[in-house]
């Protein structure tokens, strides 16, 4: 599989089996684990009601287009 390096704009040639693995050892050593809910959501809200109350300077139409794709990607 081809993937970018971490540290440049270089991409480097390796096994599905060996980039997976690196994966889970990162995750395993850091503790990540999921979430029950997307954190992201609270923040979309506030970003949401402070750009309805900047309707003098957004229109409508803006607003609800930026509100309307935060929302697709995050649910």
């Known amino acids: 599989m081809l993937a970018q390096a971490d540290k440049s704009n270089t991409t480097v040639i390796t096994y599905k089996h060996d980039y997976f693995e690196k ?21 979309c809200k506030l970003i949401r009601d402070a ?13 609800r287009k930026w509100t309307q794709n935060t929302q697709r990607h995050l649910d």
């Open 23 to 43: 994966v889970r050892t990162f995750l395993t050593e850091n503790a990540i684990h999921p979430t029950s809910k997307n954190p992201l959501n609270k923040d």
């Open 51 to 63: 750009l309805q109350q900047c309707n003098i300077i957004f229109s409508k139409n803006q607003i």
